[in-house]
């Protein structure tokens, strides 16, 4: 499966952005869909996921919850991430990511190319 993410860009704080992540190469319902992120000169971190087919299940990073939400349109083969109440520090490339396992932790198999968000305060 390929991943193309977009979205991304300069956003003021208190707003708000959202990322998408569209594959291609099969249906992105047969597989754990999540978004991690890496800030400048920081390791990347896991940010937020969501199960298999009907996305029942989502996990979030302590950092992000109750700003951040994920969710999947699997007719699109297309998957979100809505980020409101931006910070400086969400400021980091993001990726999307797409892995075989059921676990929301796992490691994940497939991987997109950033897109960077930009917080300023």
């Known amino acids: 499966v390929q991943l193309q993410a977009s979205g991304g860009g300069l956003v003021q704080a208190g707003g708000s952005l959202r990322l998408s992540c569209a594959a291609s190469?099969?249906?992105?319902?047969?597989?754990?869909m999540g978004w991690f992120r890496q800030p400048p000169g920081k390791e990347r971190e896991r940010t937020a996921a969501?199960?298999?087919?009907?996305?029942?299940?989502?996990y979030y990073a302590d950092s992000v919850k109750g700003r951040f939400t994920i969710s999947r349109d699997n007719a699109k083969n297309t998957v979100y991430l809505q980020m409101n109440s931006l910070k400086p520090e969400d400021t980091a490339v993001y990726y999307c990511?797409?892995?075989?396992?059921?676990?929301?932790?796992?490691?994940?198999?497939?991987w997109g190319q950033g897109t960077q968000v930009t917080v300023s305060s």
């Open positions: 190469g099969r249906s992105s319902a047969a597989y754990l």
């Open positions: 969501i199960s298999r087919n009907d996305g029942y299940s989502t």
């Open positions: 990511a797409a892995g075989t396992a059921y676990s929301l932790t796992s490691e994940y198999n497939y």
